[in-house]
């Protein structure tokens, strides 16, 4: 398992995590239930379970998930083809970084002073896993959606 921090040019493989500070969340590679596919998942662990509290189906079994230097992350497969990226190159700054916090949050962020600037975060607010599990903030939080974002929505 890795830290929570996924910086420019590093990647975890098929079977990482990167792990939020507090232990209590894990992003990476979530097989699914045949156990032969995976989906990008953002995990919350208890002492007892694992629930994934958001996912991305995926269309062929991941290699590895890389965070580029252009600010966006990506996953490839076994052949070296993208399968899912953030698509946040045009939003991003070189050196982003993808920071898993320990409120859960998933964001690709710039290089700036303190926290930085967020240009994609993971939207796991309004999954049902979420509004199913009584640890987890209220659905009726802003969501953050899985996609780019306009510089007018993060100012």
Known sequence: MAGPILRRSEGIARGDFLVSSNQKYQFGFEPKGDGQNYNLALVMRTPAIRIPIWTQELSSVPVSLVMHDDGYLQVFNG????????????????????????????????????????TWRVDWRTSSAARDFGELPAPDLPAWPARPLRRQELE
Do not use: C, K, Y
């Open 79 to 118: 052949a070296g083809q993208s399968i899912w990226a953030t698509g946040t190159s045009a939003n991003s700054a070189p050196g982003s970084e993808f920071f898993l916090g320990d409120d859960g949050d998933g964001v690709v962020r710039t290089p700036e002073e303190g926290p930085g600037i967020p």
